[in-house]
Nanobody, 114 residues
């Protein structure tokens, strides 16, 4: 099972920014696509963003398009999520996972105050 560790969450005011990181020890990191997801209590985990192995192909949920940017550094085995113009509705625990999205870390909590 792939080990991932998310970090970078915190408390921020609406309109602010955070950058989340997802580190993995997987030696074949560069071959895999990764996704960021988020979950609030009582709701299903939802897709946020996705990036394929080369980094050329990305995809975003409509709710974050134009505000969030997913990127990766294959030399550091790390995937990032730059979150700008944060809104209170972005409050959630954020998770990253490699495809096929069946291996999850502890997540990192993001709280956006109004």
């Amino acid at each position: 099972q792939v080990q991932v560790e998310e970090s970078g969450g915190g408390l921020v005011r609406a309109g602010g920014s955070l950058r989340l990181s997802c580190a993995t020890s997987r030696r074949t990191f560069s071959r895999y696509c990764y996704g960021w997801f988020r979950q609030v209590p009582g709701k299903e985990r939802e897709f946020v963003a996705h990036i394929c192995s080369s980094g050329d192909s990305t995809d975003y949920a409509d709710s974050v398009k134009g505000r969030f940017t997913i990127s990766r550094d294959n030399a550091k085995n790390t995937v990032y999520l730059q979150m700008n113009s944060l809104k209170p509705e972005d409050t959630a625990v954020y998770y990253c996972a490699p495809e096929p999205y069946d291996s999850w870390g502890q997540g990192t909590r993001v709280t956006v105050s109004s």
